[in-house]
Nanobody, 117 residues
Framework: QVTLVESGGGLVHPGDSLRLSCEAS????????LAWYRQPPGNRRELVGT???????NYADSVKGRFTFSRDMAKGMFFLQMDTLNPEDTAVYYC???????????WGQGTQVTVSS
């Protein structure tokens, strides 16, 4: 059973940086594609970007050039580095993993990121 646990959210000022972490238990990285989603207040959940099993990232246009995915397979973790944050980035952020073959999907519990002056 795969379990995802996020950490790293918080309240920051515009222009600041923040790194979200997702600890993945029971997951084989080479069998799962990874992703980060976010849900702004009053809006639907949206895709921030994907990080394929072979390490290829794709980012939503709204975060391209500011957000960066990474992973540490030895520690069973993956990350979302967020730079030059702005108020429009305020949302609950979720990490996600999807098995490449079964398509079974797993979600973290969500972590709040608030960007405000």
């Amino acid at each position: 059973q795969v379990t995802l646990v996020e950490s790293g959210g918080g309240l920051v000022h515009p222009g600041d940086s923040l790194r979200l972490s997702c600890e993945a238990s029971g997951m084989q990285f080479n069998l799962h594609n990874l992703a980060w989603y976010r849900q702004p207040p009053g809006n639907r959940r949206e895709l921030v970007g994907t990080f394929s099993w072979d390490g290829s990232p794709n980012y939503a246009d709204s975060v391209k050039g500011r957000f960066t995915f990474s992973r540490d397979m030895a520690k069973g973790m993956f990350f979302l580095q967020m730079d030059t944050l702005n108020p429009e980035d305020t949302a609950v952020y979720y990490c996600n993993a999807k098995h490449r073959f079964t398509r079974r999907e797993y979600w973290g519990q969500g972590t709040q990121v608030t960007v405000s002056s």
